[in-house]
């Protein structure tokens, strides 16, 4: 096998490149269609609409100033920047642990039952989300009303007073979304060979070591993509504090993240100009934040 | 020894009490959802969350949702599994292959598209609702099944999980050696590369099944009629209808929270049961992944 | 560096089809044959056989219902949708998107909100305004004289009425008869009274309440009552604000004192709290009419029994003539672009004001006069209520006209600044300055101006 790709390696790399290109293009020939229509066009029509006004004249960077100066723009900013510090610390360190603990259980049922259970919430969305949340935090109803009195909360308001926003947030988004990462961590981690890890066994290597020598780095590229997905999720904030605000009847305001407050310029001021650049600077920190988990797990680079 | 064997102990200890709370933390609120199906809307209320309710009450809810706006419910049903599965047939034609090119060839404007599919995805979707209706609109999509079809089969985060699957699992002298043998270009990537990705298949195929079930703008913003809504969407002219959330429709004729309750749970019986056939795959990926060395 | 040309290229390449969008968009902007119009807005074609499009939500399906068994020759098309209630706007986000396609608008819509005649009668980015004008010619100022006076406020931007109300929602002073005799109480007349009763009762019945503030729609019930002119929309883009009034004091002083002794809590009425804590409880409750039906006659609610539940007169401020605000009540609208507008009109004017909807079906006090002196008289045979409905009556004509119906929502300016600092211990007096900033705010980036 061995020797057989080492032959091929020498023979193949000169010829395999013009043959597989032309094969390459039809292989992505049908999704490039797609992402032409509905990603890169629509993302550079977005553009236009930032730079232009109600009319489609040129308007420099006026939308820009324009929502930047808006007095909801700064408290967004601060909101969304603390939530996404919570969130993806969170996820990112429990998620991996987790993964790997549960890859860990060799009982087949037991795996299988908690990634279940770990994912149940995933399967809900909007309205659902919205009549859950309406009791869970309401101390009167909840199911868990013991552990909010604990906390000292004894009525919904208080509960979703601002300052505990971001971590009820994080909360939320970590509820409905870690299950689907696990059980992406958990293939990924399947896809590590049993003699490695037999191997480390053999060496005396503990879980713990095991799990920072081996699975650890093998996970990069996995890691990296769900940071920087999380990323883009967090900074685009948006599904958490709009179901809250309609649970609340609008106590928690819906123009509480800059992605809320985009969706408040398009279809609540009819100002498709402004949304559009509040996307685009939201845009710009999600890339320049992810250029960071690009290079660090060498997300583009081949092995 | 003993000390080894003792911090084995703890450490398993600590394990299954860290397990135990994240199991509470997820399952709590998905079994006060399940119990809240069986009461009535006054019990839901004022009694213990934890306290079951009773068949009559589960059967009256489900009958008052089912006889919701004569029946609707049914047909968002319908509409959402039309929309959802045509978007993920579309979604693993294009996509699987797409993931396998960048991943293990090579070819001019690679790092161009997988770039450009890491900015699209990052771009917020509000930003790309408007011009995507605009474009539908051009070419009259508006209100078909397509309008939402089409959109939801670009998927650019299943394309990087099978991108990031393939680079990381399959050798490429694997395929090396099987152009030696003779395979054409497609025949390496159905005899050899998509036998191989089983697990990666049943995963895009889940999380774009997901995806287009629980969509709720897009169908929102493209379809005119409440007869082609999916489930996403009635269920929240569902909320509309119940006093706590639209307190102007408060009526004899309101839908209570336990129907909402029922409505939900049935809504995401498709997605865990597309779930748990994904689930059988990903184990079979394990064998599979086992050969490859 | 190939590399580099390559992906320059392709950029390009998109850069140009971008460019044939916008083409493609701007083609489609001069399509369509528009004439003057007869009832005082450019009209397209019309075509009497034309199909009518209605969005209704889903309480409402009803009225279209009734109006397809009483015309069963007229053909409509029914759609369901969320009523743009609980803030979410769909009617207007879905008009904009038709607004930019030029295609696709409705040809009647109810809304569940009163607010959106403020932007339907205006034209968006140079585009015709969506709601057609009703009095001039297209309505018949007969049927539109018989409105409750002062229900179409909401519905008038600059003198023309784009919309028809379909019900009221006045607030009144809701009472519990039964507990209010048995405590020797009397109903209040004034504020004052009803700010005296609400301290003797934190001293003497601690634990039941004569209102709430954790509602959005406190700033109506109370501010409205008192003359607050916290909303005072004066055009269709002017709005003056002023909460440091001595109207706008005088409420939030007697609130304040009857927070602080637990008699209106800070609990939104529709929440699980609200029926654990106060069931069996509420001595009083200014609110809107349709607070019988929703919170008091409704067994998932407080289920207040039969024979138990009056009504009086909003209260007054010492010796004023007492006014009272308006919380919701829906309206219809007809659309500009339809191209069958007798047919539209005919569909709003009979859910509004034909007895087969208004009297016989609706939920709600109807906005129609003649329609609503028939659903008191069948409210009141249903023998639930202890009094008669004369207040409620009286209420829907003694709506105050200083407070407006703006293009943003009061109630969730109100929802995110006032209710968290109330919970958080702070007076209203002291937060009045907060208020006025945030409704300013709120309206500059509406591009309204703020005196």
Redesign the interface.
């Known amino acids: 096998?061995t020797v057989?790709?080492e032959?091929?390696?020498a023979?193949?790399r000169a010829?395999?490149?013009r043959?597989?290109?032309r094969?390459?293009?039809?292989?992505?020939s049908?999704?490039?269609a797609?992402?032409l229509?509905?990603?890169?066009?629509?993302?550079l029509?977005?553009v236009y609409?930032a730079f232009t006004d109600a009319e489609g004249g040129f308007a420099g960077i006026t939308n820009f100033s324009k929502v930047v100066g808006d007095f909801r723009f700064r408290p967004a900013v601060t909101h969304v920047a603390i939530y996404l510090l919570i969130w993806l610390v969170a996820l990112v360190v429990l998620v991996t642990v987790?993964a790997i603990?549960v890859h860990a259980i060799k009982v087949?049922w037991l795996s299988?039952t908690?990634?279940?259970?770990?994912?149940?919430?995933?399967?809900?969305?909007?309205?659902?989300s919205?009549?859950?949340w309406?009791?869970?935090l309401d101390p009167t109803?909840?199911?868990?009303?013991g552990l909010l009195t604990l906390f000292g909360f004894d009525s919904f308001v208080q509960v979703i007073v601002p300052g505990n926003l971001p971590v009820i947030f994080a909360i939320i988004a970590f509820?409905t979304g870690a299950?689907?990462w696990i059980?992406?961590m958990?293939?990924?981690l399947?896809?590590i060979?049993?003699?490695v890890m037999e191997a480390a066994r053999m060496d005396g290597a503990s879980?713990v070591q095991i799990a920072w020598n081996i699975q650890l780095p093998?996970l990069r590229?996995?890691i990296s993509?769900m940071g920087?997905?999380s990323l883009?999720a967090g900074t685009?904030l948006?599904v958490e504090p709009q179901l809250l605000s309609?649970?609340s009847?609008a106590i928690v305001p819906n123009d509480y993240s800059l992605?809320q407050l985009?969706?408040q310029y398009?279809f609540g001021q009819n100002d498709?100009n402004g949304?559009?650049a509040?996307?685009?600077l939201?845009?710009v920190i999600?890339?320049a934040l992810?250029a960071v988990f690009?290079t660090r797990g060498g997300?583009?680079e081949?092995? | 020894m003993t000390s080894a064997k003792l911090s084995g102990w703890s450490?398993r200890t600590i394990?299954t009490v860290?397990?135990t709370a994240?199991?509470l933390?997820?399952?709590?609120?998905?079994?006060?959802?399940l119990l809240?199906t069986t009461k009535?809307?006054?019990g839901?209320?004022?009694g213990n969350?934890?306290a079951p309710g009773g068949l009559g009450d589960l059967s009256a809810n489900w009958s008052a949702l089912f006889s919701?706006?004569d029946g609707?419910v049914t047909g968002w049903i319908g509409n959402s599994a039309l929309y959802a599965i045509g978007a993920l047939v579309?979604t693993l034609?294009?996509?699987i292959?797409?993931g396998?090119?960048?991943?293990l060839?090579?070819?001019?404007?690679?790092?161009?598209?997988?770039?450009?599919?890491?900015?699209?995805?990052?771009?917020?979707?509000?930003?790309?609702?408007?011009?995507?209706?605009?474009?539908l609109?051009?070419v009259g999509l508006?209100?078909s099944p397509l309008s939402v079809i089409?959109?939801m089969?670009?998927f650019?985060?299943g394309?990087?999980?099978t991108y990031?699957?393939f680079?990381?699992?399959i050798?490429?002298?694997?395929l090396?050696?099987a152009?030696?043998d003779g395979c054409r270009?497609?025949q390496v990537?159905t005899k050899v590369a998509l036998p191989l990705a089983a697990?990666?298949v049943a995963?895009v195929a889940f999380?774009s099944f997901?995806q287009n079930w629980?969509n709720?703008f897009l169908p929102?913003?493209m379809l005119?009629?409440?007869d082609g809504y999916p489930a996403?969407v009635g269920?929240?002219?569902?909320?509309?209808?119940t006093?706590?959330?639209?307190?102007?429709?408060?009526?004899?004729?309101?839908?209570?929270?336990p129907t909402?309750?029922l409505?939900?749970v049935v809504?995401?019986l498709p997605?865990?049961i597309v779930?748990?056939v994904s689930?059988r795959f990903?184990?079979a990926?394990?064998t599979a992944?086992?050969t490859?060395? | 560096m190939?590399?580099f040309r390559?992906?320059r290229r392709?950029r390009l390449a998109a850069l140009a089809g971008a460019g044939a969008?916008t083409l493609?968009?701007a083609a489609?902007n001069s399509g369509g044959g528009t004439t003057a119009g007869e009832y005082g807005f450019p009209q397209v074609e019309q075509d009497d056989k034309a199909t009518i499009t209605v969005w209704v939500?889903?309480?409402r399906?009803?009225a279209a219902d009734a109006f397809t068994k009483a015309n069963p020759d007229t053909p409509i098309?029914?759609?369901?949708?969320?009523?743009s209630?609980?803030g979410?706007n769909?009617f207007r986000?879905?008009v904009q998107?038709f607004d930019?396609?030029q295609?696709?608008w409705?040809d009647v819509v109810f809304s569940?909100q009163n607010n959106d005649a403020a932007w339907a009668s205006q034209k968006s980015n140079g585009k015709q305004a969506f709601a057609a004008v009703l009095n001039d010619g297209l309505v018949a100022q007969d049927t539109l004289d018989q409105f409750t006076s002062g229900s179409l406020n909401p519905c008038t931007v600059d003198g023309k009425v784009y919309c028809l109300r379909n019900d009221l929602?006045q607030a009144v002073l809701w009472y519990n008869k039964t507990l209010l005799d048995q405590f020797g109480y009397q109903v209040p007349k004034t504020w004052e009274e009803y700010q005296a009763l609400g301290e003797k009762v934190g001293r003497e019945h601690p634990g039941y309440i004569v209102g709430t503030v954790g509602d959005a729609w406190t700033p109506e019930v109370f501010f409205w009552a008192s003359k607050c002119r916290a909303n005072g929309i004066t055009g269709p883009k002017s709005v003056t604000v002023d909460t440091g009034s001595a109207e706008c004091k005088r409420a939030a002083t007697m609130l304040d004192a009857l927070i602080a002794n637990g008699t209106t809590p800070n609990v939104s009425v529709?929440?699980?709290e609200f029926?654990?804590k106060y069931?069996g409880k509420v001595l009083l409750m200014p609110g809107p009419a349709?607070y019988a039906?929703?919170?008091f006659n409704?067994?998932?609610?407080l289920?207040v029994p039969k024979g138990q539940l009056g009504v009086a007169p909003p209260p007054a401020w010492g010796s004023d003539q007492a006014v009272t605000g308006n919380?919701?009540?829906?309206t219809w609208f007809v659309s500009s672009h339809s191209k069958n507008l007798k047919a539209a009109e005919s569909f709003v004017r009979f859910v509004t004001t034909a007895d087969d909807y208004q009297v016989d079906v609706a939920?709600?006090y109807p906005a129609y006069a003649p329609a609503a002196e028939k659903w008191v008289q069948k409210q009141e045979t249903s023998g639930y209520y202890a009094t008669d409905l004369k207040a409620v009556v009286e209420a829907g004509t003694s709506i105050w006209d200083g407070w407006g119906s703006g293009i943003f929502s009061q109630e969730a300016v109100w929802a995110k600044t006032i209710t968290p600092a109330i919970a958080d211990g702070k007076s209203l007096v002291s937060l009045l300055p907060e208020w006025e900033q945030a409704i300013t705010n709120q309206a500059q980036v509406n591009g309204y101006t703020v005196t």
């Open positions: 096998m057989l790709a032959v091929a390696r023979t193949g010829a395999a490149p043959r597989g290109s094969m390459s293009y039809a292989f992505i049908l999704y490039a797609l992402a229509a509905f990603g890169v066009l629509p993302a029509y977005a609409l987790l603990v087949r299988r908690l990634r279940l259970v770990f994912y149940l919430p995933g399967a809900l969305a909007g309205a659902s919205v009549l859950l309406l009791f869970v109803a909840s199911p868990v009303g509820w299950g689907g059980v992406i958990y293939g990924a399947n896809n060979s049993d003699e879980p093998m590229k996995w993509y920087i997905m883009a685009q948006f309609q649970a009847n992605n985009a969706y398009a498709f949304a559009a509040i996307s685009l939201l845009l999600a890339l992810s690009v997300l583009f081949r092995d | 450490g394990v860290v397990l994240f199991v933390f997820f399952a709590i609120p998905i079994v006060w959802l809240a009535s809307a006054r839901l209320i004022v969350p934890f919701f706006q609707a579309i034609i294009a996509g292959p797409a396998y090119a960048l991943a060839t090579e070819f001019r404007g690679r790092r161009l598209l997988l770039v450009l599919t890491l900015i699209v995805m990052l771009i917020p979707n509000t930003a790309l609702v408007l011009p995507i209706f605009l474009e609109n051009v508006i209100g089409l959109p089969s670009f650019p985060f394309v990087y999980l990031i699957y680079s990381t699992s050798p490429r002298d694997l090396a050696a152009r030696i270009e497609y990537f697990p990666i995963l999380f997901v629980n709720f929102f913003v005119p009629t409440s996403q269920l929240t002219s569902l909320l509309a209808s006093p706590a959330f639209n307190p102007s429709s408060a009526g004899a004729q309101s839908v209570q929270l909402l309750a409505a939900t809504s995401v997605v865990l779930f748990l689930q990903l184990v990926g394990m992944g086992g490859k060395e | 190939v590399r390559a992906a392709s969008l493609a968009l489609c939500d889903a309480d399906t009803k098309k029914v759609v369901t949708y969320d009523g209630a609980n979410s769909s986000t879905k998107l930019r396609a295609s696709g409705p569940s929602a529709f929440t699980p029926v654990k069931s349709w039906g929703a919170i409704n067994p998932e609610s289920n919380v919701g009540g829906g939920p709600g």
